[in-house]
């Protein structure tokens, strides 16, 4: 049995936590998209810890993690993200698995990258510059490297004729900086992967299930970044929705029993793109400031607005959303009033539904308004004493949304979690 946990806007919904806080209900936590531009943030005894590649599950002691097919994996962020578990007390070790057919990020990528958002100048689509979309091109283009092909005796060559290949991109694009550097610590980290317990990770993992294993497949970024499915072109290079698993992990669809959506009580975005709901005002800025919206992955401020319930019932809709979580819903504490988008206003015209494309289109959102709790939320652990104003605003979205709320996060920390459903 095969359950899934993601993310339902632009990312940054608080996923990290979440999957920590269910990663004892499960014998597996398996990663099967995206890359280093990831950022979940965990607290382990108060301390913060972001994790870019491992699986959320990596600080429990019985959990096996599995960074799977799907993922493009960078080895010198690997290596980074193990000494900084390490220093926790964990044997990272132990646990973690890598399948062979996981594409592995070069440091030409991550040129390649950096060139290609200079080129496109104000057009720019906000990349994290981890090399992850370079990186999805050459899998798509058969001409990617994995991490299974790091045992074979004629890697370096294999190397060295796709850095010839990346040079050529790199000379028409007119990029000159001097990556030796990059490379030195990459073929350290490479050499640093090779003591890894590396599997043909779909036999692994269907084994896993035969054997009656719980496993948790742990999306990355958000649903509406999804290469098909998200606000193209501002969006990453992979499927973030609930399809992806299958082929991020090599599991059947039927194995799939519960997507679980992770949705902030407001919405963010770092980058370019769209963004229906933001607010170019101090209420923006409020909400900025409470939630320390900056990213966990670059430090960029990201941009902040009301939530978006058309964004969330399509992303619901995608997934097969069948519990929720609301995250950071203790930021909302001090504001008076709230806000709800429930339809969008395109050239006079009023929808329910997200359209094919959002560039080119002025959104005006249509928002409905909420009295807020104005009460401190931290310390609260049962449903029975949350505000009344605050079911109120819940009782909305889950209507609106026909997808109920299980669960409410109200602070960072581990324990801060009611469950309402």
Same mark, same amino acid.
């Given at each position: 049995?095969?359950?899934?946990?993601? @993310?339902?806007?632009?990312?940054?919904?608080?996923? @990290?936590?979440?999957?920590?806080?269910?990663?004892?209900?499960?014998?597996?936590?398996?990663?099967?998209? *995206?890359?280093?531009?990831?950022? #979940?943030?965990?607290?382990?005894?108060?301390?913060?810890? !972001? +994790?870019?590649?491992?699986?959320? $599950?990596?600080?429990? =002691?019985?959990?096996?993690?599995?960074?799977?097919?799907?993922? !493009?994996?960078?080895?010198?962020?690997?290596?980074?993200?193990?000494?900084?578990?390490?220093?926790?007390?964990?044997?990272?070790?132990?646990?973690?698995?890598?399948?062979?057919?996981?594409?592995?990020?070069?440091?030409? #990528?991550?040129?390649?990258?950096?060139?290609?958002?200079?080129?496109?100048?104000?057009?720019?689509?906000?990349?994290?510059?981890?090399?992850? *979309?370079?990186?999805?091109?050459?899998?798509?283009?058969?001409?990617?490297?994995?991490?299974?092909? +790091?045992?074979? /005796?004629?890697?370096?060559?294999?190397?060295?004729?796709?850095?010839?290949?990346?040079?050529?991109?790199?000379?028409?694009?007119?990029?000159? %900086?001097?990556?030796?550097?990059?490379?030195? %610590?990459?073929?350290?980290?490479?050499?640093?992967?090779? %003591?890894?317990?590396?599997?043909?990770?779909?036999?692994?993992?269907? =084994?896993?299930? /035969?054997?009656?294993?719980? !496993?948790?497949?742990?999306?990355?970024?958000?649903?509406?970044?999804?290469?098909?499915?998200?606000?193209?072109?501002?969006?990453?290079?992979?499927?973030?929705?609930?399809? $992806?698993?299958?082929?991020?992990? $090599?599991?059947?669809?039927?194995?799939?029993?519960?997507?679980?959506?992770?949705?902030?009580?407001?919405?963010?975005?770092?980058? *370019?793109?769209?963004?229906?709901?933001?607010? #170019?005002?101090?209420? @923006?800025?409020?909400?900025?400031?409470?939630?320390? %919206?900056?990213?966990?992955?670059? @430090?960029?401020?990201?941009?902040?607005?009301?939530?978006? +319930?058309?964004?969330?019932?399509?992303?619901?809709?995608?997934?097969?959303?069948?519990?929720?979580?609301?995250? /950071?819903?203790?930021?909302?504490?001090?504001?008076?009033?709230?806000?709800?988008?429930? =339809?969008?206003?395109?050239?006079?015209?009023?929808?329910?539904?997200?359209?094919?494309?959002?560039?080119?289109?002025?959104?005006?959102?249509?928002?409905?308004?909420?009295?807020?709790?104005?009460?401190?939320?931290?310390?609260?652990?049962?449903?029975?004493?949350?505000?009344?104003?605050?079911?109120?605003?819940?009782?909305?979205?889950?209507?609106?949304?026909?997808?109920?709320?299980?669960?409410?996060?109200?602070?960072?920390?581990?324990?801060? +979690?009611?469950?309402?459903?």
């Amino acid at each position: 049995m095969v359950d899934v946990l993601l @993310g339902l806007q632009w990312g940054d919904e608080g996923k @990290g936590k979440i999957v920590d806080f269910f990663a004892p209900q499960y014998d597996v936590i398996a990663r099967f998209q *995206g890359g280093p531009n990831a950022g #979940h943030t965990l607290y382990v005894n108060d301390k913060k810890i !972001v +994790l870019h590649q491992i699986p959320s $599950g990596i600080f429990h =002691e019985n959990t096996i993690n599995l960074i799977g097919n799907g993922v !493009v994996l960078d080895p010198v962020t690997l290596k980074r993200e193990c000494e900084s578990v390490k220093a926790f007390g964990v044997n990272y070790s132990k646990n973690l698995y890598i399948a062979q057919r996981t594409h592995v990020i070069l440091p030409t #990528h991550r040129a390649l990258d950096k060139a290609s958002e200079i080129i496109k100048g104000n057009e720019k689509i906000g990349s994290t510059l981890k090399g992850i *979309g370079p990186a999805y091109m050459d899998k798509t283009g058969r001409n990617g490297l994995r991490v299974g092909d +790091l045992f074979d /005796k004629t890697f370096t060559t294999q190397y060295i004729k796709l850095r010839l290949k990346h040079q050529k991109l790199l000379d028409s694009m007119n990029f000159h %900086e001097d990556i030796s550097a990059w490379e030195e %610590e990459f073929f350290e980290a490479v050499e640093f992967m090779k %003591e890894f317990k590396i599997v043909n990770g779909e036999y692994f993992i269907n =084994e896993k299930i /035969k054997q009656g294993k719980r !496993v948790l497949a742990e999306g990355a970024q958000g649903s509406m970044l999804d290469v098909d499915f998200g606000t193209f072109p501002y969006v990453t290079s992979s499927n973030t929705i609930s399809a $992806g698993v299958c082929t991020g992990l $090599g599991i059947a669809p039927q194995h799939i029993k519960d997507v679980i959506g992770v949705t902030k009580a407001y919405c963010t975005r770092v980058g *370019g793109g769209p963004f229906p709901t933001e607010l #170019h005002d101090a209420t @923006g800025e409020e909400l900025r400031k409470i939630g320390s %919206e900056f990213g966990a992955t670059t @430090g960029r401020p990201r941009r902040c607005g009301w939530i978006d +319930l058309v964004a969330l019932n399509f992303a619901c809709m995608v997934n097969g959303v069948t519990k929720l979580v609301m995250t /950071k819903a203790d930021v909302l504490d001090s504001f008076d009033t709230l806000q709800v988008c429930t =339809e969008y206003d395109i050239n006079g015209a009023k929808t329910k539904e997200v359209p094919f494309q959002m560039t080119r289109l002025k959104i005006q959102p249509v928002l409905e308004s909420f009295k807020g709790w104005s009460k401190d939320i931290t310390a609260m652990k049962n449903p029975s004493e949350l505000p009344r104003e605050m079911s109120e605003y819940v009782d909305f979205i889950n209507k609106y949304l026909g997808v109920n709320i299980h669960y409410i996060s109200n602070g960072p920390g581990r324990d801060q +979690l009611v469950k309402i459903h």
